[in-house]
Nanobody, 128 residues
């Protein structure tokens, strides 16, 4: 059974940075699509950044382009989301997810239906 544990969330001032981590166990991340999603109060869960394969270009939703970076560390079997220049509207619970089907080439979106396993979420609050 796939197991994902997120960490790194917290309270940060506008303009600050956080790095979220998603540690995977019981499987090897290299063979999975990875994604970060977030859900703000009263809103639907949205895709933030996804990578359908280890080699292609990842996808970023427009509101985080140039500020967030998704990456995976094979040696640590961990996925990261580096978040810079944080804004109050980035406040949400952030979830990592993995999907067992890899799609070649550039990742064109975060499609929730492609992700089978989810972490428990970590809260990110951007406020002064």
């Amino acid at each position: 059974q796939v197991h994902l544990v997120e960490s790194g969330g917290g309270l940060v001032q506008p303009g600050g940075s956080l790095r979220l981590s998603c540690a995977a166990s019981r499987f090897t991340l290299d063979y999975y699509a990875i994604g970060w999603f977030r859900q703000a109060p009263g809103k639907e869960r949205e895709g933030v950044s996804c990578s359908s394969n280890p080699d292609g270009s990842p996808y970023y939703t427009d509101s985080v382009k140039g500020r967030f970076t998704i990456s995976r560390d094979s040696a640590k079997n961990t996925v990261y989301l580096q978040m810079n220049s944080l804004k109050p509207e980035d406040t949400a619970v952030y979830y990592c997810a993995v999907g067992s089907v890899l799609y070649s080439g550039k990742t064109t979106g975060c499609y929730k239906s492609r992700y089978e396993s989810w972490g428990q979420g970590t809260q990110v609050t951007v406020s002064s």
